[in-house]
């Protein structure tokens, strides 16, 4: 019989930023930690988000003994129900982690077919081969925690996100004894946060926060609206204690906002006094100095408040005049295109924007700088470490800050998504690869938009689109004139009327054509019009018989 071995495969968030997912493989035993979504670039029309290819788990089903979250936010959570659609299995969670997780899964009709199970930092539970033990670690939310998984093989710490915040908005800093505690044990492998790897020093503290909001408040002379995730819930409490000094009142907007903070309330992580919470409808009656609203679109999603308040199509309120709008979250790397016009057309319409970097600390990141990553490392002195969550230049920079640090350079593994690593007898091997690239959510469709119709939409933003309709007779002779018509393609080239010389063309191909006129139509003009312009419009046909 052949020995089991630990199995580490990456399924998201190794050489990008989101969509995180782990799986942790020993014999016939899987442990997945986090099922994450990511935002998508820019240059991806039309797409919602994208989710992990988690086919592998999928053709491996039976083996699955549970999924385990670090932390409440997107990244972690966001693709749970598209994966508990397929593997019905149970989560671990802490509270607030749990009921994010319950907002999100609800929205979706899967709560009654989840089982979530609370645990609490400090605790350990059993899944399968693996004892998972749950340790604190400071993030942009509560209740986050990394993870020290043990199984024959040996005992892995996952950080999950975490910075050493030494003072943290709920006063609960991370759990160095544990650290401690698990390097005294000896550490098979270290699997870290990459994501500041390039940002020097210390990460600050959410402390600041509070002073550049405090700046905001005492110079705002109208209404306040604060964009954020609305998972932030440390930055909820911080918006709240601010408005509760100035004499404001707060009104959540939106579903998630809205759910988010009364879950996080009802759990204890919130503490909102009873007369600072005001709805919507009357805040919006009220003076504006007197009003904070506190709503998502952070990131300028087109559908967010923020994206409709910066195009003007809102429908519950507008902007009016001294607005101040504050953008207290980071650009997602990828994202900022979408966020700076965003900002662009919040300002044309009149409000004040606050976002950084020239707030000086409307938002400060969630996750630890170079120091505080090399700290993790000599804490926790494993004998192997694999960089997690970033993108490829984040996860080489986390490597070199090791070697600077002494840390073996052979025992440093940088890989990305579905590369398979394997332990045996203490030594760590790379493996066989798996798909381990991403699956296009588009509203509720999920997978059915592949590249190829990322692609053609892509086509149709740069090079437009040129339709082409043909009447024939029964003949299949052209009954009249080939119409054509285009959209956003530039058809005028060195003087000549491309427009023309495609309805020339498309007559040749009619009177040559005895197959699939319809396909060599499309076929012949595409490589037409590349011919003639070096653009790609999509070409559409349409043939009409009379
Ligand atoms: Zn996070
Ligand atoms: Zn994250």
Redesign the pocket.
């Known amino acids: 019989m052949s020995k089991n071995n630990l199995r580490i495969i990456p399924l998201g968030g190794l050489g990008e930023v989101g969509k995180?997912m782990m799986v942790y493989e020993y014999g016939n035993n899987i442990l997945i930690v986090d099922a994450g979504m990511m935002f998508p670039d820019n240059d991806m029309l039309g797409i919602d988000y994208i989710i992990p290819d988690f086919e592998y788990l999928k053709e491996n089903k039976d083996k699955i003994r549970g999924i385990v979250v670090t932390h409440g936010?997107m990244?972690?959570v966001g693709a749970l129900g598209h994966v508990l659609e397929e593997i019905n299995v149970p989560l671990y969670a802490t509270p607030l982690t749990k009921g994010l997780i319950e907002v999100n899964l609800s929205e979706k009709g899967l709560l009654n077919k989840t089982t979530i199970n609370t645990v609490h930092a400090g605790e350990s539970v059993h899944i399968g081969p693996f004892e998972v033990e749950f340790f604190h670690v400071c993030h942009s939310i509560p209740d986050s925690v990394g993870l020290g998984i043990t199984c024959p093989d040996g005992l892995v710490v996952h950080t999950g996100?975490y910075k050493f915040d030494p003072t943290p908005v709920d006063g609960w800093p991370t759990d160095f004894a544990k650290l401690a505690e698990f390097s005294g044990r000896g550490v098979l492998a270290l699997l870290a946060d990459s994501t500041n790897a390039d940002k020097p020093g210390w990460t600050p503290s959410e402390l600041v926060i509070n002073d550049s909001l405090d700046k905001v408040f005492r110079t705002a002379p109208g209404r306040i609206i604060v964009a954020s995730f609305s998972s932030l819930v440390s930055r909820m409490q911080q918006v709240i204690d601010t408005a509760e000094r100035y004499h404001r009142k707060v009104a959540f907007v939106g579903y998630s906002m809205k759910q988010n903070s009364k879950m996080a309330k009802k759990l204890g992580y919130l503490d909102i006094p009873s007369d600072i919470e005001v709805d919507i409808d009357e805040a919006l009656n009220m003076k504006p100095k007197d009003v904070v609203l506190m709503a998502t679109g952070s990131q300028g999603e087109p559908y967010s408040i923020m994206g409709r308040l910066a195009r003007g199509t809102n429908r519950r309120f507008e902007l009016i005049k001294d607005d101040t709008i504050v953008l207290s979250s980071h650009a997602i790397p990828g994202n900022e295109e979408t966020v700076f016009k965003t900002i662009n057309s919040l300002f044309r319409r009149g409000a004040n924007v606050v976002y950084e970097p020239l707030a000086g600390g409307v938002h400060v990141s969630g996750h630890a700088n170079q120091d505080e990553m090399k700290l993790m490392l000599n804490m926790v002195q494993p004998k192997f470490l694999i960089p997690i969550?970033g993108e490829l230049r984040h996860l080489k920079q986390h490597a070199v800050l090791a070697e600077e640090s002494g840390f073996e350079k052979d025992n440093i593994l940088v890989i990305e998504n579905g590369q398979v690593i394997e332990f045996e007898n203490g030594e760590m091997k790379v493996k066989d690869r798996i798909p381990g690239s991403y699956v296009f959510v588009d509203g509720s469709r999920v997978g059915e938009i592949g590249p190829s119709v990322v692609r053609e939409r892509e086509q149709l933003s740069q090079d437009g689109v040129v339709l082409i309709s043909l009447v024939l007779d029964r003949q299949g002779n052209l009954h009249e004139e080939p119409e054509i018509i285009s959209r956003g393609f530039v058809y005028k080239h060195d003087g000549d009327d491309i427009i023309d010389e495609t309805r020339q063309k498309v007559i040749e191909i009619v009177e040559k054509t005895q197959g699939d006129l319809h396909n060599e139509t499309v076929q012949s003009i595409r490589s037409f019009l590349y011919s003639k312009t070096k653009k790609r419009p999509v070409v559409l046909a349409a043939l009409t018989w009379v």
């Open positions: 995180n936010h990244d972690h996100d969550h």
